[in-house]
């Protein structure tokens, strides 16, 4: 051990029962300057400010007391607690390993039981000595639902004696290096405290922090309580100890306060006995229905959290169907934009035409000047085939082109169809989380204000569902219409398209008839007039199929409209739920203080 630096230092040790108040008189002594450790035990439930004890001295005195098969929480009316030779030098190196301050010292209830060990180990230490009265103890101890107390109730009230005893034991032949407080004085005159702890030990420490200690944190008994009375009449030498206690103790002025004497009444035991009686049934029956919804609370919790996933589930679903429209999207952009391009082509080959008639014409008045000339006017009826032909090979292409738009329109078509599908599927899983919700709304009905609140909202819920449905079975209505449309333009390109073959089939009668020139300039001149109005026929089909297109294309946009309104709808429906279990846990919360 650190000789040197041990022998400099002050040392006060802070005794007391458990349950007694040292955790508030450490934390005092501490703002004020007694360093008392660096490795403190955290705070809990239990004790919300911190136990502000030394975890090495609390860990030594659980071992010394399981190595002679002593209750390591200190629950023992053992006299004396043998300490063996090996856990001496582990104390001198706790010793050595908290004396870094020039005032030092440290709180441990157990220590109590430890006195005269750590008296003689550190000859030159203090010991401030708490203590508090035995009915505030024995609530705080009952408090705590520690199971030996249940079984042994009135094993607080020995261990109170039990310790205390100790302590007047240690102050009597020790008061040289003792200063004995009672917790209620410490509370209520805590500068005053202080100044005596540094008359008494020759310390320097500063006031302490007004704001460190909190009223709601301790309990006293009121005048209309019956414990200390039950105390007296069933262990009267735990009150006489008591007395004894504030007989030895500092106060102000050297007055003690004995009011709590007040608190000693006459009243019969019987009386008491059976009001607890009527006490612990009623609490039994109250303790029961708050069981029963804490249950309840948790099942719902449960449904809620169930709805929550698959109101996640579908608005997944929702992003995926948005895709599948924007992709749908695209590709009518694409279908338009080939339909541009078609459209264009079809005005080159319709100029073609117009140049094709002019010359037919002009040829037609040559041959009506010079019909001898059958040569020159038959080269240029051969000129005029091969610009048949290329009108021919033109509209090949623009066949094809309107087969790889049909082909596109039919794919658009496909999408729409699982968009659809997408949307049923949508549709029944809300209408199961309807469902669920009217089946939480049943059950939160048995509960707090607060899960009504959460029944309008699911109630809201509902009316937006049906909206929403509503809303999306007019979207797959528009959808059929679409598609009903696409179907009368796939079957006026087919007729465009026969059509088109019986031009073709003309143009070739035409050519194996030159042998008479002028029948059959008329009719190519013909045949060409009525490919003319197949054309402009044609055009005006295709025009007719881009404006289908263009009221598709708006229908998609306030089908996604829709959409975007309905996953507001469904997000504005998951924070309600949230709030819902916020309120849950609130009420959850309530129930359990």
Sequence with gaps: MNHHNTAKSDILAIISMHRSGSSLTASLLQSGGLHIGRNLMEGDEKNIKGYYENLDFYDFHRAVLASQGVDENGWTLQEQIEVEDRFREEAKE???????????????????????????????????????????????????????????????????????????????????????????????????????????????????????????????QGLDSYRPSLIESQFPEAVNLYQELDARAWFPENTPDLSWRELIKPSPYRVWAFRDWVNVCKLEKENKKLCSQLE??????????????????????????????????????????????????????????????????????????????????????EQSQSQLQQTEG???????????????LEASQSHLQQTEVLLEQFQAQFYQAQVELEASKSQLQHSHREIEQTKCQVDETETLLKQSQSQLQQTES??????????????????????????????????????????ELEQSQSQQHQTEALLEEYESQLHHTQQELEQLQSQYHQTEALLEEYESQLYQTQQELEQSQSQQQKYESQLNQ
């Design 94 to 220: 706790i010793v050595d390993r908290a004396s870094v301050s020039g005032v030092w010292g440290w709180k441990e209830p157990r220590t109590t039981l430890f006195l005269e060990f750590w008296a003689d180990l550190l000859p030159q230490a203090n010991f401030l000595l708490m203590y508090r009265s035995p009915w505030e103890v024995v609530e705080s101890l009952y408090r705590q639902n520690h199971g030996l107390f249940k079984t042994q109730p009135e094993l607080a009230v020995k261990l109170w004696m039990h310790y205390n005893k100790k302590i007047i034991t240690f102050y009597n032949h020790s008061s040289s290096r003792c200063l004995l407080v009672n917790t209620k004085t410490l509370i209520q005159n805590p500068a005053a405290s202080i100044e005596a702890i540094n008359q008494k030990f020759k310390l320097h420490l500063a006031p302490p922090d007004a704001k460190i200690y909190d009223p709601s944190l301790f309990r006293s």
């Design 296 to 381: 309840q609370l948790e099942q719902s919790q449960s449904q809620l959290q169930q709805t929550e996933g698959l109101l996640e589930q579908s608005q997944s679903q929702l992003q995926q169907t948005e895709g599948l429209l924007e992709q749908s999207q695209s590709q009518l952009h694409q279908t338009q934009a080939l339909l541009s391009n078609f459209q264009s082509q079809l005005q080159q080959t319709e100029g073609l035409l117009e140049q094709s008639q002019s010359q037919l014409q002009q040829t037609e008045g040559l041959l009506e000047q010079s019909q001898p000339q059958l040569h020159p006017t038959e080269d240029l009826l």
């Design 394 to 408: 033109l509209l090949e292409q623009f066949q094809a082109l309107f087969y790889q738009t049909q082909a596109e």
């Design 478 to 519: 528009s959808l059929g219409i679409c598609m009903s449309q696409l179907l009368e333009t796939r079957a006026e390109l087919e007729i465009s398209q026969g059509q088109h073959h019986e031009t073709q089939r003309k143009l070739k009668r035409s050519q194996s008839q030159h042998h008479k020139i002028q029948e």
